[in-house]
């Protein structure tokens, strides 16, 4: 088997992660993110055109209409439209502002979808996905030092963050909505990558043990050759139904597609570079991994 | 021999498979467009006669239908249609052959054959952004109901103090505190062993002044935590009761949080209606008729509500009996002497409040208030100079009826001295149908289309399709034989997790159907790993039988820490998410367990078949890396 020098270029790849972490943050200072119906709080009113929609005619149907601020962009095909209202809401917003419409236009409107938030929700949310994602890191931590040792739980949870951080910078670089769904796909993003790290973390502790000479960034390089293999088919067979979803699963799931695919290619990415780097950086050694002796002999009594 | 499993694993492996394919199966009978049929009041009957004139009106206007059925207990009855875009003319069509007093619901009817539901089968619910529908967000007045109690102990110890001829001030310190303060310490004492036997949950604190004696009575966070649960929780229930009167099938009432309430009504896209009858804010309160010479602070004038009345006036006491939470059941109907009246039963608390005050008041009569929340709307500068309209809440309070108190009352109780039938039904109706503890607000509202939820469904469907396409050929190419296990394993894996979806009763939602699909991805990994030892195992020079068996052994415990880490992500989303997160959640996490069984056990029930316990030269599973050569 060839051994790649993946850690030959840990300091570029540090680098070039800090680079990007950075980049992410500057966007996220600045431009913050573009958060969805479900953060600020609003009205969001999907309507379907009978024949194709006016889109400048709707916008000055509404102006006149005396709904300010009134955000309209095509959904999908040029027959759905999305209308988007800052807060201010009354009872028979909705209704109103579809027979508004159906007055203006020639042609039938149905209403397809009309979502409320108050922007007290949104408060909360934040804060309660917020609160879930510190959970996820901590429990995750916690097992990890307790399966395997407490410099690689920290090398997964610095991957896992890297990971969401980049994917949230992406969101705002290129200002897409960032909804509840797309907070699912974010935290499935840490899903996936955790399996990533894992599965590495897995061959870095078995080579540390068997290859009792080898120096730790040997070790590592081994180690990330030898799963280099399942690390990109893995990546690749989730990336095709991720593509799939993207493409044929509709404009509602098109922000939680674009960011799992986003999330998927950075955390392939930092499963072998990010996690294996911090796990160097702290000087792993073989010793780190002969303590847990009674898993060690787990392990000898798997094998044939 | 190696790689032989012995006959009861492939027997498990068979059997949960068969099964998984048995609780599936519900999902693929397509439900019918149906009307369902219910009385407004909840003692109304649907007989036989009451559903063949809401057929023949169906045949009239020549919409086809079948299967017509009055449910057991015979309080709604069903109508199938034929096609699901007659469903909207036919509701109008019915309800207008049936009058008022019916409520017509668009319902959709399951059509799981009698066998599989004998067996506990039943297809996934679907999520309204799936089935179409509304959904509601509340939020409960919290500080409403503990400034309602407050109010209740000030008047309640004003009263006892008053009754014992303890001199002093009464009132409310903050919104948390009654305060007392009296002459001397003497008096102080008697009032505080008063407060202390009525109230144990309160906590007293006792502050001399120079020459005054206070008594603060403060509420714990005990009893603030305690209010604001039951507050919470009786409206559950009231809103549960409302539910019902629209009729909706598989409704939704929720509770979130600490003070929200989640209301789902499938199916339902009159929101406007909807929000009427959740958001009825009313209530009810019982109060004495103040004697003429009552001092006038004590007493509250108030008006009839009845249009016959109108005009009419009368007294009550400032104190509340018990407001209309505590009734449990009220029903119309008439005395021996044929006079209308209402049966009313209450609460163990709510009957013992109320023999306590009519004990000594026989022969007084007791008012029936009826209070509704309504909105006057208020104009205002807001920071930038602008006039903003701004709804200001105030209760209107009317008195129903005043009867006379005949004997002592405990928790069952009538109420007569109606003046007709209509006034005692209609009274029954607002005690039924429950009162608010607190007045509810609504925070969010989301509407989705049935168009859109059917067309959500299709997309859904179409990209789980795809994106297995892709997987199947990627797989089979890339592992040859050992990838067409995989395969079988991940479709089996499919079918496993919409049975378990369908029988723990879970709701599928859209980002429930991109978790599927995100299963579909990752579930691969488990057999990926395996594939790829086997691989390297091949490539260090083992026998095909040796690499097949150490590749499975070795392997099983790096997908065991990498998916129970993936899992403890999914169930705490499940714990702390709330709608898409949680839909999201629940198949992620069955994903998970299914595919560690069927990747680990499946594909090597298969592959022991196809291999096992016989003499192998080669194995189909692609290139096999040679030393020097990457994996």
Redesign the interface.
């Given at each position: 088997?060839?051994i790649?020098n993946f850690m030959g270029k840990r300091r570029l790849a540090a680098a070039f992660s800090v680079l990007l972490i950075l980049t992410a943050l500057g966007s996220l200072a600045v431009k913050q993110l573009n958060w969805g119906l479900d953060f600020t709080g609003g009205t969001l009113v999907?309507v379907?055109y009978a024949d194709s929609a006016d889109l400048n005619a709707i916008r000055s149907t509404l102006a006149d209409g005396g709904y300010a601020g009134a955000i309209v962009v095509s959904f999908g095909t040029d027959r759905d439209v999305l209308i988007r209202l800052p807060d201010g809401y009354s009872?028979?917003q909705?209704?109103e502002m579809l027979e508004t419409l159906q007055g203006a236009s020639g042609v039938n409107v149905?209403?397809?979808?009309?979502?409320?938030?108050?922007p007290?929700?949104g408060d909360?949310?934040r804060e309660?996905?917020g609160?879930?994602m510190l959970?996820?890191l901590g429990?995750?931590m916690l097992?990890?030092a307790f399966?395997f040792q407490f410099k690689f739980a920290v090398g997964?949870v610095v991957a896992l963050i890297h990971d969401v951080i980049i994917t949230l910078g992406f969101f705002s670089i290129i200002g897409l909505e960032f909804d509840?769904?797309v907070?699912?796909?974010l935290?499935?993003v840490?899903?996936?990558s955790?399996?990533?790290t894992?599965?590495v973390s897995?061959?870095i502790r078995e080579n540390f043990r068997k290859l009792r000479k080898a120096e730790p960034l040997e070790v590592v390089n081994i180690s990330l050759?030898?799963?280099?293999?399942?690390t990109l088919?893995?990546s690749?067979?989730?990336?095709?139904?991720?593509?799939?979803?993207a493409?044929?699963?509709?404009e509602?799931?098109n922000g939680?597609?674009i960011a799992?695919l986003v999330g998927v290619m950075i955390g392939t990415y930092s499963s072998i570079y990010v996690a294996s780097n911090v796990l160097l950086s702290m000087g792993v050694s073989k010793e780190d991994l002969m303590i847990p002796i009674k898993e060690g002999a787990e392990?000898d009594d798997?094998?044939? | 021999m190696l790689n032989r499993y012995p006959i009861w694993k492939y027997l498990i492996v068979l059997i949960v498979v068969i099964g998984g394919a048995l609780y599936a199966s519900p999902n693929l009978y397509a439900p019918d467009p149906a009307l369902q049929i219910a009385g407004e009041s909840s003692g109304t009957m649907i007989d036989e006669r009451l559903l063949s004139r809401a057929t023949t009106a169906l045949d009239d206007a020549s919409i086809a239908h079948f299967g017509e059925i009055i449910e057991p207990g015979g309080r709604s009855a069903l109508i199938r249609l034929e096609e699901q875009e007659t469903q909207l003319r036919a509701q109008a069509v019915v309800s207008r052959a049936l009058g008022d007093g019916y409520i017509i619901a668009l319902n959709l009817a399951e059509t799981t054959p009698d066998w599989l539901t004998g067996v506990g089968g039943q297809p996934m619910k679907l999520g309204l952004?799936l089935s179409g529908g509304v959904h509601f967000?509340l939020?409960v007045d919290t500080a409403a109901a503990i400034e309602r109690r407050m109010e209740y102990y000030l008047n309640a110890t004003k009263r006892s103090l008053r009754e014992e001829r303890i001199r002093g001030f009464v009132g409310l310190d903050g919104d948390r505190a009654v305060l007392g303060r009296f002459r001397s310490e003497d008096l102080r004492e008697q009032a505080r062993s008063l407060i202390a036997d009525a109230f144990p949950e309160l906590l007293l604190d006792r502050v001399d002044e120079e020459d005054e004696f206070l008594i603060f009575a403060r509420m714990t966070d005990v009893t603030v935590d305690e209010i604001i649960d039951y507050s919470v929780s009786q409206n559950l229930t009231t809103l549960r009761n409302r539910v019902n009167e629209l009729g909706v099938s598989e409704p939704l009432v929720q509770r979130q949080?600490r003070n929200r309430i989640v209301v789902e009504l499938p199916g339902i896209q009159d929101?406007?209606e909807a929000?009427r009858i959740l958001g009825k804010v009313a209530n009810l309160e019982f109060r004495l008729v103040a004697n003429a010479d009552a001092p006038a602070a004590e007493r509250q004038r108030f008006e009839y509500r009845s249009e016959d009345r109108q005009g009419a006036t009368e007294y009550l006491e400032r104190d509340v009996i018990i407001t209309g939470e505590r009734v449990s059941n009220a029903q119309a109907s008439f005395d021996q002497n044929g006079r209308p009246n209402v049966q009313i039963s209450l609460d163990s608390e709510g009957g013992t409040l109320m023999s306590r005050a009519t004990r000594n008041n026989i022969k007084r009569r007791m008012g029936v208030l009826f209070i509704e929340r309504k909105y006057r709307t208020r104009y205002e500068m807001d920071e930038n100079g602008e006039e903003v309209a701004v709804k200001v809440p105030y209760d209107e309070k009317k008195l129903l009826t005043a009867p006379v108190i005949q004997s002592a009352l405990g928790a069952q109780f009538q109420i007569t001295g109606l003046d007709n039938p209509l006034e005692s039904s209609e009274l029954a109706l607002m005690l039924r149908a429950g009162a608010l503890a607190a007045p509810i607000t609504?925070?969010?509202?989301?509407?989705?289309?049935p168009?859109?939820g059917a067309?959500?469904i299709r997309?859904?469907v179409?990209?789980v399709q795809?994106?297995?396409a892709?997987?199947v050929l990627?797989?089979v190419l890339?592992y040859r034989v050992f990838g067409l296990c995989a395969v079988t394993a991940l479709t089996a894996n499919l079918v496993l997790l919409v049975a378990i979806m369908s029988l723990l009763g879970a709701t599928l939602t859209?980002?429930g159907?991109?978790?599927i699909?995100?299963t579909?991805?990752?579930a691969?990994?488990a057999n990926?790993?395996i594939f790829?030892r086997i691989?390297?195992e091949l490539?260090n020079g083992l026998s095909p039988q040796?690499a097949i068996?150490?590749g499975f052994?070795?392997a099983?415990?790096?997908i065991l820490?990498?998916?129970?880490?993936?899992l403890?992500?999914?169930v705490?989303?499940y714990a702390?998410?709330?709608?898409?997160?949680k839909g999201?959640?629940v198949t992620?996490s069955v994903g998970i367990i299914t595919s560690m069984f069927t990747a680990i056990m499946g594909t090597r029930a298969l592959v022991n078949l196809i291999y096992g316990g016989r003499r192998v030269e080669t194995l189909a599973i692609g290139r096999i890396?040679k030393?020097?050569?990457?994996?």
């Open positions: 088997m060839k790649i999907e379907h009872d028979a909705g209704t149905e209403l397809r979808r009309i979502e409320f938030v108050g007290q929700v909360e949310l309660q996905g609160l879930a959970l996820a429990l995750v097992y990890i399966r997964a509840l769904t907070l699912a796909a935290l499935a840490i899903g996936y955790l399996n990533d894992i599965v897995d061959r050759s030898e799963t280099l293999g399942r088919v893995t690749l067979t989730t990336l095709l139904v991720l593509l799939s979803l493409v044929f699963g509709g509602m799931i939680f597609a799992l392990q798997l094998m044939p | 952004d967000k939020e949080g929101t406007a929000k609504f925070v969010e509202e989301r509407t989705v289309g168009s859109l067309e959500n997309l859904g179409k990209s795809y994106g297995l892709l997987v990627f797989m890339y859209l980002p159907i991109a978790g699909v995100l579909v991805g990752m691969v990994d990926v790993l790829s691989r390297e490539g040796m068996h150490s052994e070795r099983v415990a790096t820490d990498a998916n129970i880490t993936t403890i992500v999914a705490i989303l702390v998410g709330t709608g898409p997160v999201f959640a992620l890396p030393m020097g050569d990457a994996a």
